[in-house]
């Protein structure tokens, strides 16, 4: 079974995926916020899945961001429209400063560079490999 990394955002959303064994995380998809629900039915009627990793935004002073409560909102919805499935948290702190620094090193050139929807869903793939790290420890 897959985990879906959700790099959640007020206007879209990265989204990463692991393989079915669980190894490698790989970028899936950008996603506008508001049709991400709408996404994610359609991407578990497609695939299996086990559960949900979002990136804990948290400030460098171990406080929450602004976007927090809004994330909250939407993992209630969607434990409600996944109950089975479990939904866990992971300090992502970084991770965007990292995916640019992945995308530069990869040669694209400087307008894929700035496309931020390439940004959000590498920063879900690195959240999701720290998390499958995380877990194998």
Do not use: W
Request: hydrophobic share 40%; proline share 1%; net charge positive.
């Amino acid at each position: 079974m897959r985990i879906v990394a959700i790099d959640f955002g007020s206007k879209r959303t990265g989204l990463a995926v692991t393989d079915p064994l669980q190894i490698i995380a790989t970028s899936l998809d950008t996603v506008d916020t508001f049709k991400l629900i709408e996404y994610l039915e359609q991407y578990c009627k497609a695939e299996a899945v086990e559960g949900f990793v979002f990136g804990l935004s948290k400030k460098l002073d171990n406080s929450m961001n602004e976007i927090h409560k809004s994330m909250q909102v939407f993992q209630s919805k969607l434990k409600e429209k996944f109950p089975e499935k479990y939904i866990e948290e992971m300090d992502e702190r970084y991770t965007s400063k990292l995916a640019q620094q992945s995308i530069l090193m990869s040669g694209v050139n400087k307008k894929t560079r700035q496309d931020k929807s390439l940004i959000d869903k590498v920063s879900a793939a690195i959240l999701l490999q720290d998390y499958l790290n995380f877990k194998q420890r």
